[in-house]
């Protein structure tokens, strides 16, 4: 499961697919009919026009982006795995319902369905919405199958040395500085999905101060977390990287904020750039348009010198190998992946 895109770059068809996105209570979490007056008749109508430009100017010949590499993906690990996979998107085509009854159709007397959140942090407005929309699904069209999810992969270790083979191509002797610019989400969700009501947000260094409970469901924490690991592994020293939060929609959001940082790096004498959002395991517009082409711009008007953007996960042989393996387990016995 992915987040989705338009169905292509026309204005219509943007516009369509923001309208869904922002109108799920867990991505703009306000009243119902406050959200539809925001969303309908200020956001989306300014939104869709520059967002279709935006998207017009990474769309391939296959499609979006995103779209096409979680086929890929789909199509890669189909080689290790004996199970049928079918993809799913949180908005847009094709739906959770489309890939539960193209399983159904390969296989009548399917007894169990492993969905894989391509979110490697817990999000109200994105891990959570995907699974709550798919259980939805499952229970509305009343399917006979049981349906399981694997949890956020944020500390796993095959993810962390996938993403460290990932990065370690583009590290080289003449770069200044890493940032990890995961994306950001307002402050207010991270203090509203904590169970425990008076931690995050809430206690001084809440994320460095132990608290299973609230850290199970905090992305501020996984993301931090996320990238203490993967310094590690690649023996980043602590003066040589930094983390952002990037594509803020407003005040309130986590800081701090990636294009700020962008335009302030030069002046601090950063002056060569590595860039990644491990937030994202496939290339989309947030990662293409916003840091690959609109981030170096802004990093190389403020006076940077050189811009390297790292690709994402996508197809990257030891990230198919990891899904295969936590796809193996699960089907041996093994559900320590499955969140509960």
Not at 31 to 36: A, D, E, G
Not at 150 to 174: G, Q
Not at 242 to 259: A, H, N, V, Y
Not at 283 to 308: I, N, P, V, W
Request: proline share 7%; net charge neutral.
């Amino acid at each position: 499961m992915n987040l989705g895109s338009p169905a292509s770059t026309s204005v219509k068809d943007v516009r369509k697919y923001l309208n869904e996105f922002l109108m799920d209570g867990r991505v703009i979490d306000s009243p119902y009919l406050l959200r539809l007056l925001l969303v309908k008749g200020i956001i989306v109508p300014f939104r869709a026009p520059k967002s279709a430009e935006a998207y017009a100017t990474i769309w391939t010949k296959e499609g979006s982006p995103l779209v096409v590499l979680t086929k890929h993906l789909q199509q890669a690990l189909q080689l290790q795995v004996d199970e049928p996979i079918e993809i799913a998107m949180r908005y847009g085509s094709p739906s959770p319902a489309d890939a539960f009854d193209s399983l159904l159709k390969q296989q009548p007397g399917l007894e169990e369905v492993l969905a894989v959140p391509l979110y490697p942090h817990y999000a109200m407005a994105s891990y959570e919405t995907a699974v709550e929309y798919a259980k939805e699904i499952h229970v509305k069209n009343k399917y006979p199958f049981k349906l399981n999810f694997i949890k956020p992969f944020f500390d796993e270790a095959d993810y962390i040395n996938a993403m460290a083979e990932n990065i370690k191509p583009y590290l080289t002797e003449s770069h200044d500085h890493i940032l990890f610019s995961y994306h950001g989400i307002p402050a207010r969700h991270l203090t509203k999905v904590d169970p425990t009501g008076c931690h995050c947000m809430k206690v001084k260094d809440c994320c460095n101060v132990p608290n299973p409970a609230a850290h199970a469901v905090c992305y501020r924490h996984q993301c931090f977390v996320t990238t203490k690991l993967i310094v590690e592994k690649l023996n980043i020293p602590a003066d040589k990287y930094s983390i952002s939060f990037q594509s803020r929609l407003g005040k309130g959001w986590l800081e701090p904020f990636t294009d700020i940082r962008l335009q302030q790096m030069p002046k601090e004498g950063i002056k060569k750039l590595v860039i990644l959002s491990p937030a994202f395991v496939s290339d989309c517009l947030e990662t293409l348009e916003e840091l690959q082409d609109r981030g170096k711009e802004e990093f190389m008007h403020a006076g940077g010198e050189s811009y390297t953007a790292v690709p994402c996960l996508n197809t990257h042989p030891l990230w198919v190998n990891t899904l295969a393996k936590w796809v193996k387990e699960t089907s041996a016995g093994n559900k320590e992946m499955i969140l509960k």
